[in-house]
């Protein structure tokens, strides 16, 4: 199938057992995730030929970020070895009216370290047809942005469909940082992806009459945001996904897809949560699914948030979930019913 | 108390810890289950005396089985040894949308391959009041089927009250065999238990207006089912388990009753699942338990609806709950406060 | 900060593993809990310099649960060391209409056997602000109660103020035995908190109107459970938490404070239970914390409603959060989102 | 198979996982065990019919004692439920030059403060050809004892053969009331066996030129022990069982029989050790099964010493071995080799 | 680097934790194993591309078998999918003198019922250099051993190096038929590895003077033995491995090599077994891996014992060990000293 | 009793369960550790009021790392918080011929970017007698390194004795960093213990004829290096722990201690390790705690290695052994018989 290469960082996941809280753990479960793996994982479960490029370090823990690809079907094969250490994210899982929490020990990882003489892009690209990428990889450092930029213009090059998930993250940059480096790469990308928060937080454009920690989301007001996205960096699509959070155990969870014409708005799914991490990045393979398919853009909206409304239930950053499973929630069996 | 005796298969149980997906599990958590023998449980842990009848091999994984039966009192004298295998089947835990998924390896087990000389009928049924099997155990295969019949002959013969649960399974037979082979042994069976899907696909007999997976169950539907099934097979008694699946998670749960002039229906639970499988199971438990002791329709109906109940807040295929805390359950009490 | 110092019972807590029941389990996860250990724990979550007493064996299960309080900042220099046993606690975690079980095995613990010339309150007081214990520390024996009323004299000479939280435990002493003691102990309490049903156990004094596993509770009624208790003891304080049980999963959770003159009601928090043991106690510290940091009484409330909501989201007896946690709560963000 | 009867304790076994020390841990593996029930599950793993006698109480973790003994095999239908609590006890095994180490938690229990007319003794020997207990159970306290007393002579007036482990205690009793208690029970016993300190400990009775920390075991004094023992109480066999302790990870294990005539000595099994508790029990519960199937005095014994070399590659107080693994090992296959 | 193809079964692999007998497991760590797979992993873990081809069922318990295998490098793109089911093994560890168990339960598998066709062994061999299978896959069945032949002759017809490991398994097949299939399948074969009893077992070519059980290991005897192989079937290289088992703890390890003119033998290493299932694949691959890569004799040898006195150290079927630590090891290192 | 303060790092230490490798684990278990902080914890388990002075940063980790320190009873007052990160390590298990491995992660942590104006020595030694660092904690950076310079010339101001384990880390610095600077250091120090390595390494002093991997330990060669030590730094004491490494599974362990007159040669005790990790650092502990309880010579050297040896059967970095406990080692009881 297809080739789509994904661009990134992937880190060591600890989370404490169950609903432990980190001053109480004495262990951690130990996965790997990082927004463009997790897409590169949910396209390979779909049976694309999902490749993911990253610097990891040579040593065994880097390996084991290797390994957890490879397990799932990912092809490693790009990915560049040597530099310092392995990003790590240590997550405490919440529960009820207790937030979830993430603790970053990111910084000095061998991609955030990474130069371009490590990529070859033209290689890279070879046969590809999508290429995907989230706003956390420029936000590592100007190097990885750099990296990001060629990337971008080589793809573009070869003909290659880009699609970028904003995905701001506070931590890593400024409201400004980001909004001047996104506006750069935004030339080159044919599809956004964004959460209820990041155009605002990004490029500021906000949603109107919308409260997003009470759950209010306006239709209307994310049918402008994403037009106004669309119309500023001559994008193809613009897809919103609409979170409404009534606590850390359950969300409603939708999403929207404007395709440079008319805005569709998906089915809601009131979700109980197993775990919330990876939610928007199975969202974004969902839509390249979809669109890498040829389905039509409720089709490729209504198969996207299927597939993330099922990496609620789902622990890890990966979403392990097959192309007959989606379609199965999508055409609306949400029952839950055991299959035997 | 009262010696009630059941026929099928166990087999050994593996699931994945939590709430993890089958290709995501590193370990499975190992009980054992199977529709009569989990009868045969929830009816020792009521007191009464029960005994399972099976066939097993001999080595230690067909031993553990049977010590998972004599932990919780069951009496395992009438299990016969050899054949070559245990069945087994992988059970990964739904969870909101995403369904629970069942996977069979049973085929050539020890049960499966077992023989009518394998079984003294006659000796098993000493002293006892009740038979029990479900739709499962013929499905096995012919000549279980046949071993069905002669074990339903023999108690019969002795006066025997004779329940069978439908249970229709289609990775076992086709709705033709079903209900062949169905019909022959319901001359035998004087109380039916169904869930509201059996009867349809066992014997074509279906509840109208009725839309299971959105969770639509009509009482008009199912008192027809009910009166039709007992004036065809001449039936003392059926009930019905009605389910209306919410999501993974989340299900109401309700059973009807018809004593051969009324239909009762009980009252509806809503549960929150920590493991649905063994529910029927549990609710025919319940129903047997009642009958044997005399309690009236309605009575038994809402004893064996807040045992199943119960049982779905209970890992693993076996339900461990009193009699006590059925009845306090059935008697009005589900607020769930701590018991100190 | 200010010192606060409580005194009673710490036992070993032993629970099976997630939803199993105890005649599943083949493990306990062990940890140490009880009323004012609880509620010594909280205040030092919160930066408090909290001690707690007590009389512990002196082999290494007892020095472990003095490393289970050392180890969230307790002082436990106070705690005696000697004596037979410590007290144990089996806890089966309920869910749905299944109820949570506790098995007690208390008797002839260090502490139940423990002599007055054991504890020099003159010293355990020295610098200390705030004393607190419940009902259950005297219900452990004459011995203990007239330990509590030493306590209780020694703290009022010193000016030091007196909370002390009703906690009726049928499984150790009478409604009798219980109303003579605790009434002799009153006379020294400032603050008295209670939960919905100890004011009658206790004391007889009800609240009418008012129906607890159903789940309905009349603010009226409250009020003036409140108001008698305060007259009738002399309080300057009393509080009273409010659970409504739906089930074992889901509680509705509020209080109320009368500060003399006034009633005030909390909010109402839907809680979608992980751990409900503690509740209570959590409420206790949140209190005694606003009392003490001078909040207004609906502020304090507020403070004490939504750590104990807390609470309920975090596994085993004490309660790991902190004050910006608790203020962001009461503040009004319950929606769950994570935290990056 | 020949009924056999064992009296005594059973209490849980709360043991850290692994090698962790009792301040580490946050969990303990849960099983049950004592000295008389652990020979129970030996025999019923032999095949024997193997009846365990004990007071337990009544709630679920007194269930689940019984339970871990049904699992096995053991007949339970004697063991009476009441009194207060389960005795526990504590281990961390030890390693290298760290011992393991036993914390007991038995006092108050409900088989210690059992009375007389709790046990039917005339109807528990029905069709009982041996009887055995050991110097645990009369050392929980005179009623226990007197209970022993009386259980001896109704086994004695039925011509049931008694054995007894000395099993010395100090924490229970001291080497007087010993000595006195065990001389009265001793004259009803048949069969004696002791461990290397156990008959110094309890008679004074002592092997000249051992050191038994240091690991020198004399064959001649402990002929002379046996001999003595034999002589002074009237019995038809003494077996002393000979640990030589190298470390906690490896013990010499061996053990001596004497038949009233001649002292046969066993083979010595270097053991690496994975649980060694209940090595003493394994080896009576071999002796009794070889005596019971008419061996030769060293067949017997060449059978308890292997079957208590396997007991110590077992973890928990059971012993899970057959007889045919069990005469495997004393026919001199002690290679480990891999059996597909 | 050079392509090696293997052929064989994979099974799902379950083990209780730790050392737990199989009745006492309420879990399994669940691996997957077998001969040839194994040795694909270790070749791929020591950087060759190795392909393992086989046939599994499509669901999921099938594809975590291929995820096992990708995780770990190796190329499952010619995995064939379908059948019914996935062999299985159950693994028991033993200690001391306790041997370990395996329970196989294997049949019907979808690779032992696969036929020639699903194979197309021309495209399969592409590029390849080496082919490896054991004498578990002839076993299988005449089907399989059918595949096996015509794998052999597309081997040899594009001058590939065929190695086959006798492996000789009395559950699967008898001597004789045994030693006539083999006797086919060498014709074909240039490399031959076996144990200690193999050549005996499958072709009455023993060697004299030998005590397996014993220990006792002749050089001269297993020598001719080699010997023997060679000129019988026309081999080029004979690898014998020489395990004598001190004890289930306790082995020591060595091997031998016959170059066509030569005997040599290795090194023994006193190894402290953790897993020492798949410690003769280990060594295959070690094996193949030095002739490969032209290591002389005695360096390969050496190579290949080193390689599987590693894999006992480790967990699970697949030997984890890199190139450098293998020549760390085989270069004398032997001491463990921590490597920071 | 006498306070203690030790000064360096503290880090997360990850391992996999058992002895799986690295890439093998979905779960860590999380203590924490270092070398200053090991002897910290060994000291209070020994009673003594030990403070450790580090640098942490504010988030729950840090604070997990805290709370590691207060569980165990040692002073944390002292610990500043701050910076970016925690120190991490992974550690696994070796086993028989395969080494224990280590990856650091410890660039950037809190301490290692510390500064000078963090730390009040002044106020830290109040009461001190004792001050202890070891050779790690400068080699975290040249700022690091100054920080221990203004401690040790303040505690030597106050007529603290200095205590300094050389522990040289070659992925830290080089021969020759590390020389210059402990060069320096060693002005102060009192006390200097090293490894059979150190010496050499770090300032080129080695123990002739000793082959350290090969187990010759000479005690010659190694009363040498003490002297010469002792004379060029003018030392009080210089301890030097002697390891012969058999395998990763099997240590002889013994230590010798010069006085500045005699050398003294400990027993060798024969180890079976657990956890080789912290050994020295619990030797270290050992040592300080004999020397300040006045003990000659060879019984503070005796303490120490029968401590250190203890340490070897204990998981994880900190030694929790009590006094008694290493005294009766040292007197003579290896036997590790059970303690009841």
Redesign the interface.
């Known amino acids: 199938m297809a080739k789509v290469v994904t661009f990134g960082e992937i880190m060591l996941r ?1 989370a404490p ?15 790997y995730g990082g927004g463009e793996a997790n897409v590169a994982v949910s396209l390979a479960n779909f049976g694309v030929d999902a490749a993911f490029v990253t610097k990891l370090p040579k ?3 880097g ?2 970020a290797v ?2 690809l ?4 990912v092809d490693t094969s790009w990915i560049v070895r040597g530099g ?3 990003g ?1 994210y ?1 997550i ?1 899982k ?12 990111r ?2 990882s061998s991609i955030a370290t990474a130069q371009k003489e490590d990529f070859e892009w033209d290689k890279i690209f070879e046969g590809a047809e999508w290429f995907h990428f989230t706003g956390i990889t420029p936000a590592l450092g100007p190097n990885v942005a750099g990296i990001c930029v060629e990337a971008c213009k080589t793809a573009k090059e070869k003909g290659i469909t880009i699609s970028c998930d904003l995905n701001y ?3 890593l940059w400024t409201r400004e940082q980001a909004g001047r480096t996104m506006s750069e790469l935004m030339k080159y990308v044919d599809v956004c992806i964004a959460n209820e928060e990041d155009a605002e937080m990004v490029f500021g454009i906000r949603a109107e009459d919308t409260d ?4 209010k989301l306006s239709h209307e007001g994310y049918s402008k945001v994403a037009r106004k996205l669309a119309d500023t960096f001559n994008l193809s699509k613009v897809a919103i996904t609409l979170r409404s ?6 969300n409603n969870w939708a999403a929207m897809l404007y395709d440079g014409k008319e805005c569709f708005f998906s089915k809601t ?6 775990d ?2 990876g939610g928007g990045d199975s969202f974004g393979a969902g839509l390249i699914y979809g669109l890498l398919k040829g389905m039509s853009a409720i089709e490729a909206l209504e198969f996207a948030v299927a597939a993330s ?2 990496k ?5 950053d990966f979403n ?2 097959s192309v007959d ?1 989606v379609k199965s ?1 999508a055409g609306g ?8």
């Open positions: 600890l057992p169950g609903y432990l809280r980190f001053v109480q753990a004495d262990s951690f479960e130990a996965t040593h065994e823990i390996q084991a390994n957890s490879r397990r799932f079907g310092d250490r392995l790590i240590f405490e919440g529960a009820s009216q207790r937030p979830s929490k993430v603790i970053y020990d910084a000095g993250r506070k931590k997003i920690s009470g759950g959070s009534i606590s850390a155990s359950d799914y009131p979700v109980h949560i197993v919330r991490v409304c099922l609620h239930s789902i622990e890890g392990h979930v499973e929630l069996d949400g029952s839950g019913r055991v299959q035997r």
